[in-house]
């Protein structure tokens, strides 16, 4: 079966750093285009950076300049480096893997992300 593992969250102070990381199995990897999402209690689940198959990356402006997405298609990995954390960046983020041809789409269970003041 398709699973997405995050881990690498944790409580940090503002202007920290954390490594998320994000393992795949069950999916043809390369395939794939890996994102990384957020969302708050009483919000919307909000795209924070996409990594297509094609290579192409996009980032929310959010955190442009501050977040970098990498993959690792041999490995099966995904990971979101976040730099100069801000309270706002309080969220549970997921990985998620999605083939729009095929309509494939999953979610790992989400990672707690906390940043205090």
């Known amino acids: 079966q398709v699973q997405l593992v995050e881990s690498g969250g944790g409580l940090v102070q503002t202007g920290g750093s954390l490594r998320l990381s994000c393992a795949a199995s069950g999916i043809t990897f390369r395939l794939y285009a890996m994102n990384w999402y957020r969302q708050v209690p009483g919000k919307q689940r909000e795209l924070v950076a996409a990594y297509t198959p094609a290579g192409k990356i996009n980032y929310a402006d959010f955190v442009k300049g501050r977040f970098t997405i990498s993959r690792d298609n041999d490995e099966n990995t995904v990971n979101l480096q976040m730099n100069s954390l801000q309270p706002d960046d309080t969220a549970v983020y997921y990985c998620?893997?999605?083939?729009?041809?095929?309509?494939?789409?999953?979610w790992g269970q989400g990672t707690q992300v906390t940043v205090s003041p």
């Open positions: 998620n893997a999605i083939w729009a041809t095929i309509g494939a789409n999953y």
